[in-house]
């Protein structure tokens, strides 16, 4: 899972809300009618779905209640890197530790949120130009700083620790290595069997996540190029809105 981040220009934005509300009010309405959706048999269910056919159509919407017509999704390949994860118009930053409001926040950097500054809403506008100069400072920011990483291990406060010496430790990672899936988090720890990590520093310290409880600050060295690459995408989409005729028109659609 993760926090996916969309691009979307509304040729008449109050009218899409408008249209999308009615379908979702009378399709709710219609399935709750219905009764609970698990002791619905699949013919009731299909019947309810031509009815959300039916209503979507009367509306000029797409099957799924969407103003195709009127909403369009902006994503294309970038010119600094076409086969990059970020598009022009689309961002992506997992929870887990790889992912960049993650990592730039680690190294101190204004993350996705910082940059864009989204308010409690799924859809939003930002101000572009503000964004602007603030990924413009998020990216020189982050060309200064080293190639490394930080990360935390803390103790499992859902269950006791297997290990009480190093031959424990050592067997745990045994029965890690032979399941041969790379890089990941378990209740038994962290483990980087498919890119072992050049560790430079563990640092005693207190985690945020886990009410505060101890933990082992692991620092590492990390490319950063990717996440640079990433910047530089979301700085490339904020141009290419701000070069619009209608930038007015142009939201972000902020998921999680």
């Not at 563990?202 to 985690?207: A, F, V």
């Amino acid at each position: 899972m993760g926090l996916d981040i969309y691009l979307y220009k509304y040729n008449n934005k109050p009218e899409t809300d408008r249209l999308e509300k009615e379908y979702e009010t009378i399709s709710n309405k219609n399935w709750d009618d219905a009764g609970d959706y698990n002791s619905l048999t699949e013919e009731k269910k299909d019947e309810l779905r031509g009815k959300d056919d039916e209503l979507a159509k009367s509306l000029g919407l797409d099957k799924y209640g969407e103003d195709e017509k009127n909403k369009i999704k902006i994503e294309f390949d970038s010119a600094i890197d076409n086969e990059h994860y970020f598009k022009v118009g689309y961002f992506r930053s997992s929870y887990n530790g790889g992912g960049i409001n993650r990592i730039l926040g680690n190294l101190g950097v204004p993350d996705l949120n910082e940059i864009f500054e989204p308010n409690d809403e799924y859809c939003f506008q930002p101000n572009w130009k503000s964004a602007l100069k603030r990924c413009n400072q998020s990216i020189s920011l982050l060309e200064k700083k080293g190639n490394y990483r930080c990360f935390s291990v803390s103790h499992n406060i859902l269950g006791q620790p297997e290990c009480a010496s190093g031959k424990d430790a050592l067997d745990v990672f045994a029965k890690e290595l032979s399941k041969n899936q790379g890089d990941y988090g378990n209740i038994n720890g962290e483990f980087f069997l498919s890119e072992p990590l050049k560790v430079l520093a563990l640092i005693q310290g207190t985690s945020k996540i886990f009410q505060s409880q101890p933990c082992t600050y692991v620092i590492a060295e990390g490319e950063n190029e990717w996440y640079l690459k990433a910047l530089k995408i979301v700085k490339e989409t904020i141009e290419y809105v701000l070069n619009q005729p209608e930038k007015e028109k142009y939201f972000l659609h902020w998921s999680s």
